[in-house]
């Protein structure tokens, strides 16, 4: 019953954190785009920004989109980057978090941060990133 509640209180702040999860920023500058991932994993929510003009801004970002999805004080910044990705990998009580300059490398850096049978469960990029 604990598993069943615990999954269904995952699902719902990660509903919560997807429709807070972005807020436009301003633009950023010298064709270099800023993303940063914050989370409260024990909460089960997260938080991302992208296209900010500035590693700063991005992780302050992250972190307002956390804490406004249900994450509070737990909240931390987890992987930050610029002109690329960020991914987050869970498994049976775990989280895995990787940043790279491509979204295979940011995916795959989450799974290797995962001792667990991980699946991503969300991954992001600026502007400025190669696939």
Known sequence: MKRILTSA???ATTTAALFAGHIAPAQAQSG????AIAANVRAGVYGYAQDYGSYGEARQGAMDACIRGGGGGGCAV????RNGCGAISISRGWWGFGAASTVGGAKQEALNANPGNAWIKHW?????HSL
């Not at 270099?32 to 993303?35: I, M």
């Open 32 to 35: 270099n785009y800023y993303g």
């Open 78 to 81: 987890k992987v930050s980057y």
């Open 124 to 128: 992001n990029c600026t502007s400025n």
């Open 9 to 11: 209180a995952v699902l």
